[in-house]
Structures are given as C-alpha cells and as structure tokens.
C-alpha cells in the first residue's frame, strides 16, 4: 500500500505444568508499528536508528489455570479457574536481520 507501516500478528496455543497447578492459555495479538526514521528520528544520541520501529500491540488471551496441588499457596488457588485477558501495549521493535527469509 505504498506505506513505511509494518503489520504483524501472532496466535498460541501452549500449556505449562508445574509441580502445584497447570497452566493453558490460547490466544493472539496483533502489532502495528512504524519506523522512527520514516518520522524523523534517524539517530537518537548519535545511535542510528534505521532497523527501530515504534507502535501499539493489541493481545487477546484465555487462560485456564486447573490441576492445583491441595499444598498449593492461596495465590495459586484463588487464581483457579479461566480468565479472558485483553490489553494493549506500546511496542518499541528493533530488527537488525538484513535477509528476505
């Protein structure tokens, strides 16, 4: 689209066990950034910034927490249960790979 702005996306699906309780979360996020030289920043304390992007990410996760140990602390055990997460956050991206694939 003739635009110095990059686009990315993510999804997951991952699971933890520990020795208390199990952990699963699925989920995704996207990420839109854009380059500080393209907005007039080449160098930043003499640091040339040509591979530094700057942007918003925006993550969606359900995550489950089950199989909790009776020893288990009462953090753990009151975070038992799903939970639909969501956030945004600033992104500040470095990328200094110099090769199409």
Known sequence: ?????????????WRLEFS??????TGG???????????????LWGFPLDDTSVGLSYRLERAEITDVS?????????????LLASGISPQLY???RNHPF
């Open 20 to 25: 208390d309780f199990t952990r699963e979360a």
């Open 1 to 13: 689209f003739d635009t110095d702005l990059l686009f990315g996306l993510d999804a997951f699906n």
């Open 94 to 96: 470095r990328d200094t």
């Open 70 to 82: 009776p020893t288990a602390s009462t953090a753990i055990r009151t975070e038992q249960g799903s």
């Open 29 to 43: 996020s996207i990420r839109f950034l854009y380059p500080l030289t393209s907005l007039g920043f080449p160098t």
